[in-house]
């Protein structure tokens, strides 16, 4: 089982970008499918994009064409690309990987979309 650790948070300008990695510890990371989810105060966690194993990528209608995601197997690492944020990108990222069996979560890393 991995165990991710989340990095890349932080406070940035409308119209600005952010890249959040996730760094995977354990075995097997490359069958998992990983993704990126977000969470603001009392709203559920919503999806914001995954990528399988395969190299099939998902992503939400609200970030479509502004956020990508990527991974490197070599270095156990899954990346999110975040452009022309807006404030309602305002939120706890969390990274999450998931294969059957296993549904594994990071601590959250803090983005904050302001002027």
């Known amino acids: 089982q991995v165990q991710l650790v989340e990095s890349g948070g932080g406070l940035v300008q409308p119209g600005g970008s952010l890249r959040l990695s996730c760094a995977a510890s354990?075995?097997?990371?490359?069958?998992?499918?990983m993704g990126w989810y977000r969470q603001t105060p009392g709203k559920q966690r919503e999806l914001v994009a995954y990528i399988t194993s395969g190299g099939i990528i998902i992503y939400a209608d609200s970030v479509k064409g502004r956020f990508t995601i990527s991974r490197d197997n070599a270095k156990n690492t899954v990346y999110l690309q975040m452009n022309s944020l807006k404030p309602e990108d305002t939120a706890v990222y969390y990274c999450n990987g998931w294969r059957i069996g296993y549904d594994v979560w990071g601590q959250g890393t803090q983005v904050t979309v302001s002027s």
């Open positions: 354990g075995s097997s990371f490359s069958i998992y499918r």
